[in-house]
């Protein structure tokens, strides 16, 4: 008997989420890491900037507990419209990445995500709850709570510092 699902989530550790294979995956998998949760797009103004630096960031701090998670999205401007197949190809293809893509998700909206609705439901005063654009961010702590949350327009690597903080590196 499975009495779990009525208890609200308590971190992005409760989530299960997609893929972009299709698989199940337990958010569980990354307990005590840092997390960069982001919603991408490959054909963004924003796409070869972002992908550049979260790949700069996820090599320099992979093996010191950092993951990025990438969530593609088509909710703005339609900047992802393909498949998942499509969009693994371009990510690989492209820019080589390493990290996690998903399964394409909205991120806004009744059909929200329910790991994006739990996500934004922190004190951000940030124009609403809503995500504004391709290529928002979380920064969640090794407990699976949201601890910042960043502008589309915000650079990666300016999240260095933060990332670094979480991680207990020094300098």
Not at 35 to 41: E, G, M, R, S, T
Not at 99 to 120: H, M, Q, R, S, T
Not at 129 to 149: E, S
Request: hydrophobic residues 35%; contains cysteine; negative net charge.
């Amino acid at each position: 008997m499975e009495c779990q699902s009525n208890k609200d989530p308590e971190s992005v550790y409760d989530f299960t989420v997609k893929d972009a294979k299709g698989n199940d995956v337990a958010l569980s998998i990354y307990k005590g890491k840092v997390l960069l949760i982001v919603n991408v797009a490959s054909k963004c103004g924003m796409t070869n900037s972002n992908y550049t630096e979260l790949n700069q960031l996820h090599e320099k701090y992979k093996d010191q507990g950092l993951e990025i998670l990438a969530f593609p999205c088509n909710q703005f401007g339609e900047e992802e419209p393909g498949n998942n197949n499509q969009i693994l190809e371009f990510v690989c293809t492209r820019f080589k990445s390493e990290f996690p893509l998903f399964d394409k998700i909205e991120v806004n909206g009744e059909n929200a995500a329910p790991l994006y609705k739990f996500l934004k439901l922190g004190k951000w005063g940030i124009i609403g709850d809503d995500i504004q654009w391709n290529f928002a961010k979380f920064l969640v702590d090794k407990n699976g709570q949201a601890v910042d949350r960043y502008y589309p327009t915000t650079s990666p690597l300016t999240i260095e510092r933060d990332i670094k903080k979480m991680l207990e590196i020094l300098k």
